[in-house]
């Protein structure tokens, strides 16, 4: 529902505080951003910015900060060990949520565009965002760096892709792109040994190691691809460790490299005691790794974010040097405030004694998602209670598929529970805007018009959420733990209610709503939804008074 990117640029000031301040005070003025993390380098006179947010949000604040580093920043007086090429040396866009690389580096794209045409800056693409692979390589794209620069881009295969070809003595030139999200991620022995360490190291990272065969010296290749390692000894600790940057987590996920450890560190006889996550880590990656370690126990993956998170701790023994805080170390839950969530982080008697409030919200709308999600839950707790039942242990995979379904469509339920009650706020906020003149009241009118057709699109999402986690439902009823058909039951009838509330609240919302053909197309999807809801539970009525058999 939010595509989140992130944002890594490097400046080439790391000596500074106050130059580096300044470009990171232009990343925290546009909303939908939020800064993570700012790390000088005094010897590199470098400095890495980490932000995250929407993608519009992101390549607005990335430009704004490539903006000021060309003002503050001059290349002609630089010194550092780092290489580098500009004032803003590289600036990767990086998909972090609900949004591929293509679409990664098409705003990739978008930002040095922009940055060539307005700042008149040189600006390369690389990576993912470069169509050309010959110079899509950072390390090629960057050879010569500031001091070769001049002469290098009058060559014409070095031709920026935006802005001029001609040498910027202050500012330099940029390069920007789109990459996979790294993470740096470090694996604990029992051992105090760097040469054990690294032995494990070269059996596991891509480059692998050098061998002699027959004399002959070849290169033996790790067996994880997308992995770089290196083993050592880590005095606070006390352990040794292999320090490992997972380049790709879609080739290589964090569970399979430690797995992966675990064998190799085991035929050495050496135990692998736990693990350390060095900085963040997208949600996903933490609910991949709980799911893959219950598949391995054959235990059902259709369980709670917050289930699978504490799983994977567990599993990976991320706690072991110190407490693991996802709200500190899981990208998503960095950018959750308060606001996003108010309703459902209330307690049973918070959300219903600020139901019963005099309060108009949250209303239908919201307690419809709610009772949705509650239908929803009910099936997902038969389809567990399926997958951990005595003697259908060859049928735990086939339940925790409707489970993992069900927690899908809880989830959606659960965000629209606070989205409809935005949704009525954002109509009251439109409502409240000025006019005293023409123009005031056609932006009013147009603003409320946006809000109406957002409040009525809301409750039909739950609409359709309800409806379709009804097949979840049928199927416990169905075939899932005859000693729970009732809870499926009653999930029938939260699932149905959710549909026929949330659709009450379309049809009202849409008389405010001045595009017909829009209103009559979404009333008559939603008359065709809610009689499907009431067929569907009758049906599922019938089959649970069936095996009641009273």
């Known amino acids: ?59 607005e604040a990335a430009f704004r900060a490539i903006k000021k580093a060309g003002e503050l920043i001059d290349m002609s007086k630089h010194t550092g060990a780092h290489p580098r090429m500009g004032a803003t040396d590289v600036c990767p866009l990086i998909p972090v949520a609900d949004i591929s690389m293509e679409e990664t580096a098409k705003y990739a794209q978008q930002l040095a565009k922009r940055v060539g045409e307005e700042l008149k800056l ?6 993912a965002a470069q169509p050309d692979k010959s110079r899509s390589n950072l390390s090629v794209i960057r050879a010569g760096e500031y001091e070769g620069f001049a002469k290098k881009i009058k060559q014409p295969e070095w031709k920026p892709d935006f802005g001029p070809a001609a040498f910027d003595a202050k500012r330099g030139a940029t390069v920007i792109g789109a990459r996979d999200f790294l993470v740096a991620y470090n694996i604990n022995l029992n051992t105090t040994s760097t040469r054990r360490a690294n032995a494990i190291a070269f059996d596991v990272r891509e480059a692998g190691r050098t061998v002699e065969e027959n004399g002959v010296k070849v290169n033996k290749p790790g067996s994880l691809k997308s992995v770089k390692a290196i083993g050592w000894f880590i005095e606070e600790y006390g352990v040794a460790q292999i320090s490992i940057n997972l380049t790709n987590i879609n080739i290589t996920p964090v569970h ?15 135990r692998v005691t ?32 917050k289930e699978l998170i504490r799983i994977a701790v567990k599993s990976l023994g991320l706690d072991e040097l110190g407490p693991f805080k996802p709200e500190e170390k899981i990208i998503e839950y960095m950018l959750k405030t308060n606001a996003e969530n108010r309703l459902v982080s209330l307690s049973l008697t918070g959300f219903a004694d600020e139901t019963a409030s005099e309060s ?6 919201s307690v419809s998602a709610y009772v949705g999600a509650l239908g929803v839950s009910l099936g997902c707790m038969v389809a567990n209670l399926s997958s951990h039942k005595k003697g259908w242990d060859d049928r735990w995979e086939e339940f925790s598929k409707w489970a993992e379904k069900g ?47 957002y409040a009525i699109e809301i409750p039909f999402k739950v609409m359709e959420a309800s409806f379709a986690s009804m097949e979840v439902i049928k199927a416990m009823v169905e075939t899932g733990n005859p000693n729970s058909v009732t809870d499926a039951g009653v999930g029938a009838l939260c699932a149905r209610s959710a549909v026929m509330g949330a659709f009450m609240n379309v049809r009202v919302n849409a008389t405010g709503y001045d595009d017909k053909k829009f ?16 067929a569907m539970e009758k049906e599922i009525i019938e089959i649970v008074n069936t095996k009641i058999g009273l």
């Open 1 to 59: 529902m939010h595509p989140l990117i992130e944002c890594v640029p490097n400046f080439s000031e790391g000596r500074d505080m106050n130059i580096i301040k300044q470009i990171t005070d232009e990343i925290e003025t546009v909303d939908g951003v939020r800064l993570l993390n700012v790390d000088p380098g005094k010897a590199t006179n470098r400095t890495v910015v980490t932000f995250v947010g929407h993608p519009q949000g992101v390549i």
């Open 122 to 127: 040189p600006v390369y693409l690389y990576e």
């Open 256 to 270: 399979i490299a430690f797995d992966e450890v675990c064998k190799k560190a085991d035929k050495r006889g050496i």
């Open 274 to 305: 736990g693990s350390e996550l060095v900085g963040l880590i997208p949600l996903k990656a933490m609910l991949d790794a709980g799911k893959y370690f219950l598949r391995k126990q054959q235990r059902s993956t259709g369980v709670s974010d």
């Open 360 to 365: 108009v919200a949250p209303g239908g709308g």
């Open 407 to 453: 927690q899908q469509y809880k989830n959606e339920l659960l965000k629209l529970v606070d989205e409809d009650t935005k949704a009525f706020g954002h109509i009251m906020a439109a409502m409240g805007l000025p006019k005293s003149n023409d123009e005031e009241k056609a932006v009013r009118k147009e603003a409320i018009q946006a809000a109406t057709k």
């Open 519 to 534: 209103v009559d197309d979404i009333i008559n999807k939603g008359r065709a939804i809610e009689e499907k809801a009431i």
